[in-house]
């Protein structure tokens, strides 16, 4: 079993910068790949990124890439969302998720965390 915990959320003005984290207890973090969704007002949650169990490889969606980056420490049982050139679009709700495969969908993943808000705006 897996609990998640994100922080790091707030507001920031456009082409700013956030980094959310997402702690994790229990012993089998290291074993799950890691995912970050989001969900805005009135839209369905979206797949942003996800890490493998190692941490070597990665995967973005396209509205993200090039702006986000994902990244995990097995020590700390912590994965990461760093958001750079954030845009007013990119405001939601953002969770962190545990899976024991590679998925892009939400329904893949057995444990999830509360979520933190983002806001994007001037």
């Known amino acids: 079993q897996v609990q998640l915990a994100e922080s790091g959320g707030g507001l920031v003005q456009p082409g700013g910068s956030l980094r959310l984290s997402c702690a994790a207890s229990?012993?089998?973090?290291?074993?799950?790949?890691i995912g970050w969704f989001r969900q805005a007002p009135g839209k369905e949650r979206e797949f942003v990124a996800a890490?493998?169990?190692?941490?070597?490889?990665?995967y973005y969606s396209d509205s993200v890439k090039g702006r986000f980056t994902i990244s995990r420490d097995n020590a700390k049982s912590t994965a990461y969302l760093q958001m750079l050139s954030l845009k007013p679009e990119d405001t939601a709700v953002y969770y962190c998720?545990?899976?024991?495969?590679?998925?892009?969908?939400?329904?893949?993943?057995?444990?999830w965390g509360q979520g933190a808000q983002v806001t994007v705006s001037s």
């Open positions: 998720a545990a899976s024991s495969i590679y998925s892009r969908r939400g329904q893949e993943y057995n444990y």
């Open positions: 229990g012993r089998t973090f290291s074993s799950n790949y």
């Open positions: 890490i493998s169990y190692s941490g070597i490889t990665t």
